[in-house]
């Protein structure tokens, strides 16, 4: 059974750093595009970024282009989302997620986590 669980969310100050951790387990993965997600109150889900599992491409949502670094540890089978001068506007739930195609495209994702909560105070 493939499982995806996020941890690292909280609660943290504008201009904070936080870092998310997105464990997978239930088969392997070195296939697949693993993807960040959030859902802010009250919006849709949306694209944060991407990795593939290799670790040598990534790609961001403007919103969040040089403010946050997706990275793989391979031996803990963990993908991170690395978070730096955080904003109000990122307070979000964010999920990860994992597929087989390079996309921005929600629907392309085959199996997404649980959700972690991140709240950004003024």
């Known amino acids: 059974q493939v499982q995806l669980v996020e941890s690292g969310g909280g609660l943290v100050q504008a201009g904070g750093s936080l870092r998310l951790s997105c464990t997978a387990s239930g088969r392997t993965f070195s296939r697949y595009v693993m993807g960040w997600f959030r859902q802010a109150p009250g919006k849709t889900r949306e694209f944060v970024g991407r990795?593939?599992?290799?670790?040598?491409?990534?790609y961001y949502d403007d919103s969040v282009n040089g403010r946050f670094t997706i990275s793989v540890d391979f031996a803990k089978n963990t993908v991170y989302l690395q978070m730096y001068s955080l904003k109000p506007e990122d307070t979000a739930v964010y999920y990860c997620?994992?597929?087989?195609?390079?996309?921005?495209?929600?629907?392309?994702?085959?199996?997404w986590g649980q959700g972690t909560h991140v709240t950004v105070s003024p």
């Open positions: 990795i593939n599992w290799s670790g040598d491409t990534t």
């Open positions: 997620a994992a597929g087989l195609h390079v996309t921005a495209r929600q629907f392309k994702y085959d199996y």
